[in-house]
């Protein structure tokens, strides 16, 4: 990489932060005066009662913010939007899109169930299989084994993987914004591996991209740390976990996306767990699900829940970023 995309790069980071650090406290006044607040579940902790009517939907503003940066940088600079960056922003933007259909029937429509279950898994579903059929068009069904350096072709079983990817990470990533700060600062963590793999492998146009997006999760999370001003919402955790798996798939790091988000992963595990087991024994192994919960519910504040889990974080990506550049 030359100088000048460089300084393009350190730049449309710069300019991204800036303009989250000007638009949050607007939008959390706009969402304040239009009544777009979170509703906490009576099952919820007693702690996080008083959370309610806390401003949500604020993934809006770091769905929004990095995506017209990058396609106005995409005009007059050497990061073009190809085919890569095209199907990372769609799956940015394509599950933001449910997660924002989710969050306004739980806050206009006032009904906190949100999207069935059934009809949110079915739109993932379908998002997963376009960019699936998308990639395929430009790229193999090889993946990448770590330590083995080995590319072992799946064929059909590639589309497995992909499908499990988005449908998995879009939800284990949901489940992990349950605490302030906790979600936006594993996801801006986990990007960076995948910032410094597309560099390595010499796609800038993606490497750029992805650092908008965690230098827009920095300005958001000047707002979202304890006590949090404003939630992502399903808007937000959506849209990051489908980002983080187009950008994996992309760069043909599948494998090392367990690694380097093993705490989403943990996540949701948790909540599996939690769940079969109470159904066949009517006991819980886990104080509360998902496991930030668990932890809460033992004596940690939200501000050591953060500390520990974003601690995690940081050795999953680095264990992720030495396996992958081994």
């Known amino acids: 990489m030359n100088v000048s995309s460089a300084l393009c790069m350190i730049s449309g980071a710069l300019i991204v932060l800036g303009l989250m ?49 990058y396609v106005l940088f995409a005009l007059f600079s050497p990061f073009r939007l190809d085919m890569n960056t095209g199907i990372i922003l ?82 284990a990533v949901n489940l992990t914004d349950g605490v302030d700060g906790l979600c936006a600062g594993l996801m801006a963590i986990a990007l960076v591996p995948f910032v410094l793999f597309a560099m390595l492998e010499g796609v800038p146009n993606v490497a ?16 979202n740390l304890h006590p949090a001003r404003i939630f992502m919402g399903d808007t937000g955790s959506l849209a990051l976990g489908g980002l983080i798996a187009a950008a994996a798939m992309v760069l043909k790091q599948e494998l090392l996306l367990i690694v380097i988000g093993f705490v989403f992963v943990a996540e949701v595990l948790s909540v599996i767990i939690q769940v079969t087991h109470f159904k066949r024994t009517k006991k819980r192994i886990f104080l509360m699900a998902p496991l930030h919960h668990h932890f809460e ?14 601690t995690a974080g940081i050795l999953c990506a680095l264990l992720g970023l030495w396996l992958g550049v081994m």
């Open 21 to 69: 650090l000007q638009i949050m406290p607007a939008l959390i006044r706009y969402l304040h005066k239009i009544k777009f607040g979170q509703t906490e579940r009576d099952e919820g902790l007693e702690s996080h009662k008083k959370k309610n009517g806390t401003p949500t939907m604020g993934g809006l503003a770091f769905i929004l913010v990095p995506s017209i940066v």
């Open 90 to 171: 769609l799956a940015y933007i394509g599950y933001g899109l449910i997660g924002f259909i989710d969050d306004y029937i739980i806050v206009v429509k006032k009904n906190n169930e949100g999207l069935k279950p059934g009809v949110k898994f079915a739109m993932q579903s379908v998002l997963a299989i376009v960019f699936f059929l998308l990639y395929r068009s430009v790229s193999s069904t090889g993946v990448w084994i770590p330590i083995l350096d080995k590319t072992i072709d799946l064929g059909f079983l590639y589309f497995i993987l992909v499908f499990f990817m988005f449908t998995a990470e879009t939800n």
């Open 208 to 223: 750029f991209l992805l650092l908008l997006v965690v230098f827009a999760l920095l300005g958001y999370l000047v707002y």
């Open 297 to 310: 519910k033992s004596g940690w504040d939200e501000n050591k829940v953060v500390r520990n889990f974003w």
